[in-house]
T-cell receptor
Framework: EAAVTQSPRNKVAVTGGKVTLSCNQT?????MYWYRQDTGHGLRLIHY???????EKGDIPDGYKASRPSQENFSLILELATPSQTSVYFC??????????FGPGTRLTVL | GQGVEQPDNLMSVEGTFARVNCTYS??????LSWYQQREGHAPVFLSY????GLKDSGHFSTFLSRSNGYSYLLLTELQIKDSASYLC???????????FGTGTTVSVSP
């Protein structure tokens, strides 16, 4: 069965600190995605990737970087975290764009 | 601009039905997906439609009208466990990713 895992599951960071969220998938999917979910906004796309070595900007990329070092791993990096980045972050994978498999989410709080 | 709109909440009764509406406005259209998300959990794929009409998948059915930018998810014979948020998501012409609505929270009471 498809499996997408995320770490950490919960994270508290300080303003100005660096945060790295990790995602691993065992589906062998080419495409991977990072979303954030906030009340009133739904899921919003931050970055995505078509394969190892590629990253593309989504709808809200400002303040975030992404890295796809391998087929299985996709990271989201906040170089200088701000309180406005407090959210729940979901990673997803999928070879067919309309069907994506989501990880369990990471709850990030920036103080 | 592009957008996907859904009502915030919908209440219904066990054993009856619920219809979750979705309207969209996107630059091009490459299909529409429905996801279920339980509180504190990740979204789970339910259905995908790209052609007009009703697609019957048993407990869940989906309808699409591309000319009206409208879809609905129909949940029949509701059970308490169907209480969840239902997300509508549209692939635009580029097909690169999904544009999600904010979700409709369906509450099923006994």
């Amino acid at each position: 069965e498809a499996a997408v895992t995320q770490s950490p599951r919960n994270k508290v960071a300080v303003t100005g600190g660096k945060v790295t969220l990790s995602c691993n998938q065992t589906n062998n999917h080419n495409n991977m995605y990072w979303y954030r979910q906030d009340t009133g906004h739904g899921l919003r796309l931050i970055h995505y990737s078509y394969g190892a070595g590629s990253t593309e900007k989504g709808d809200i990329p400002d303040g975030y970087k992404a890295s796809r070092p391998s087929q299985e791993n996709f990271s989201l990096i906040l170089e200088l975290a701000t309180p406005s980045q407090t959210s729940v972050y979901f990673c997803a994978s999928g070879d067919v764009g309309y069907e994506q498999y989501f990880g369990p989410g990471t709850r990030l709080t920036v103080l | 601009g592009q957008g996907v709109e859904q009502p915030d909440n919908l209440m219904s009764v066990e054993g009856t039905f619920a219809r979750v509406n979705c309207t969209y406005s996107t630059s091009g259209f490459n299909g529409l997906s429905w996801y279920q998300q339980r509180e504190g959990h990740a979204p789970v794929f339910l259905s995908y439609v790209v052609l007009d009409g009703l697609k019957d998948s048993g407990h869940f059915s989906t309808f699409l009208s591309r000319s009206n930018g409208y879809s609905y998810l129909l949940l029949t014979e509701l059970q308490i466990k169907d209480s969840a948020s239902y997300l509508c998501a549209v692939r635009d012409a580029g097909g690169r990713a999904l544009i999600f609505g904010t979700g409709t929270t369906v509450s099923v009471s006994p």
